[in-house]
């Protein structure tokens, strides 16, 4: 068995858009605390309650991020990063979605498989798909207050 790190929140994950850092640190700390629990012991039930956990944050963040993205016309703008964005919003979204739908059909997933899936999707997207996206909000103007 795989021991997984815990994800250590440092400034390399800093956006610099402080609704995102705090989403992000919610989604880093689902998945550790998922990490805690799997790794006692791993049912359905549970593989089930974590991934629609995560699921439901993770549309409730997407949704912030793809609001800002309009805010700041993101996609007229930087079409390319804006499409790339998205693509990565909906492709996580339906990964865990067929994911559910193998536990419902008796498909388990083990431990290591879900946790590196989790783990390595939230760190590749936060540091360079998410910070890239902070990165022109910082120089398009945003402000926490607007």
Do not use: C
Not at 27 to 55: F, G, M, W
Not at 85 to 111: D, I, K, M, P
């Amino acid at each position: 068995m795989i021991d997984h790190e815990p994800i250590v929140w440092n400034d390399s994950f800093i956006t610099g858009i402080e609704r995102i850092d705090e989403q992000h640190k919610v989604l880093v700390n689902t998945l550790n605390e998922a990490n805690t629990r799997l790794a006692a012991r791993v049912t359905r039930d549970l593989l089930e309650q974590i991934t629609r956990d995560l699921l439901s944050y993770a549309i409730y963040h997407f949704e912030t991020e793809e609001t800002l993205m309009k805010e700041y016309n993101y996609a007229g703008l930087s079409a390319a990063d804006d499409e790339k964005h998205h693509r990565e919003h909906r492709a996580f979204s339906q990964q865990v979605v067929a994911l559910r739908e193998n536990l419902r059909n008796g498909h388990l997933v083990t431990r290591e498989e879900l946790l590196s899936f989790l783990n390595n999707w939230l760190v590749n997207h936060i540091l360079f798909t998410d910070k890239r996206f902070g990165e022109f909000l910082n120089s398009h103007g945003y402000s926490a207050q607007g």
